[in-house]
């Protein structure tokens, strides 16, 4: 969606970020695959897939569950080598009044804002897991939005 053919009103939608709050992010869940030389680290291919399609919606409530996926390969090496992080958040708001706005308004939402909060979790924790496997910190782009 496109911010000059919006199909609502920005006031309204505006109204309904002022009654957004987080409540709780976890991590729910998380897959390493470490298949890469440590000499071969340095000079990565990598390859960051989102998804936050999945959520549960309740009287004044969101839960969604934003996933990723990092596959990360070797430039000119093998292609079985593969260091690939997959890891799902749960990520809890409260929203005031929320029976009140469309499900435009909660897609939205899910587009432009679930993404903004969530990066800078995945981007400590893509970091510190490849830290800890002994590779230096692998930093992943800031969210743009298409």
Known sequence: MEDNKLSFD??????FIKGVNIQLITLKSVN???DI?????????????YDN????????SIEVFPQFIVNS???NQDANELLKIEFTFSISYSISDLSNYGQEYIDYFLSRNVPINIWPYARE?????????GYPALIIEPFRIN
Not at 10 to 15: E, K, Q, S, V
Not at 37 to 49: F, G, H, T
Not at 125 to 133: E, K
Request: hydrophobic share 35%.
């Open 73 to 75: 390969t070797p430039n």
């Open 10 to 15: 920005t006031n309204i939608y505006n109204n």
């Open 32 to 34: 390493i695959n470490n």
């Open 53 to 60: 399609d999945i959520f549960e919606k309740n009287e004044n």
């Open 125 to 133: 924790l893509i970091s510190s897991f490849t830290i800890r496997m």
């Open 37 to 49: 030389a440590l000499q071969n680290i340095n000079n990565l291919s990598v390859e960051l897939k």
